[in-house]
C-alpha cells in the first residue's frame, strides 16, 4: 500500500456492510465509502484519529449502502461523490426500500456530483479512479487506487461471490461483463474491499471464484 494512504473497514448495522474510512495520511484529509449506518460510531471513528472528513463516497443506491447519508450529510455538510446517475431511482425510493425490511426511513439526500466511467476523485493527495460497473444495479461504480494496489467493489465481487442481481433494474450478463472486462485489468495483485465479507485480490478471485473464475469464464491470464 502507498504510505499516503491508509484505510479502516467497520462492518455497520445488522447487514454487516463493509464501510470504508478512508485517509490520506500527509493531508489528514478523509472519506467515508458507503456509510450504510451508525453514524455516530463513523464519526468517532474520524474524531478519533484526528482526520478531517471531506466527502462521502457511495458506489450505488442500495439501502445497507447509503442509509446514513442523509444524517451525515446534515451533520457534517461535505460533499456527496457518486454513485451514477442510473441509481437515483433507488435513491429517489429509500422509502420503499426501508418498508421492505420493516425499517425506519432514513433521511433523505441527493448527491453533490454524479459519478460516470473516467472520473476521477481526490483525498488529500490520493486520487481514485472511477469505474462505471452495472450489474447488481444500473449505477454501480468501483472506487480504484492504482498507486496503492487497492479497489473498493461494493457488491460487484465478493470473495467466492458475486452481486445478486434479482433487485430492480439488476442485470447478470451487464455484471459478468463489469467484473471480467473492467475489474480483471486493474491486475491480480488488487486487493480488493467488498460490500461484505472480507477482503481478497482479483487474482484469487479469478482463480477460485465459482462464479467468474478464468476456468468458469474462458478468459485467459496475460503474462
Not at 28 to 38: N, R, S
Not at 84 to 91: A, E
Not at 206 to 222: E, I, K, L, Y
Request: proline share 7%.
Amino acid at each position: 500500500m502507498a504510505p499516503n494512504m491508509q484505510f479502516d473497514c467497520f462492518p455497520v448495522t445488522a447487514f454487516a456492510q463493509n464501510c470504508s474510512l478512508l485517509y490520506c495520511e500527509t493531508t489528514g484529509e478523509a472519506a467515508l465509502v458507503d456509510p450504510g449506518g451508525d453514524a455516530d460510531r463513523l464519526l468517532d471513528a474520524v474524531a478519533q484519529r484526528r482526520l478531517t472528513l471531506t466527502a462521502i463516497l457511495l458506489t450505488h443506491g442500495h439501502l445497507d449502502h447509503v442509509g446514513a447519508v442523509g444524517e451525515l450529510k446534515r451533520r457534517t455538510g461535505v460533499e456527496i461523490i457518486g454513485p451514477h446517475r442510473d441509481d437515483r431511482f433507488l435513491i429517489d425510493g429509500l422509502d420503499e426500500q426501508a418498508a421492505l425490511f420493516g425499517l425506519p426511513t432514513p433521511e433523505p439526500f441527493l448527491p453533490d456530483r454524479w459519478l460516470s466511467e473516467g472520473d476521477a476523485v481526490s483525498i488529500g493527495r490520493e486520487r481514485l479512479a472511477v469505474l462505471h460497473c452495472p450489474g447488481h444495479t444500473p449505477g454501480h461504480v468501483i472506487f480504484h487506487s492504482a498507486t496503492a494496489r487497492l479497489a473498493w467493489v461494493g457488491d460487484v465481487l465478493f470473495h467466492g461471490g458475486i452481486g445478486r442481481t434479482d433487485f430492480p433494474r439488476g442485470n447478470q450478463a451487464d455484471l459478468l461483463r463489469s467484473i471480467v472486462d473492467k475489474l480483471w485489468p486493474l491486475g491480480d495483485d488488487v486487493r480488493f474491499v467488498p460490500g461484505h465479507g472480507p477482503l481478497s485480490t482479483f487474482g484469487e478471485e479469478r482463480r477460485s471464484n465459482p462464479f467468474v473464475a478464468d476456468r468458469v469464464t474462458g478468459r485467459a491470464r496475460s503474462r
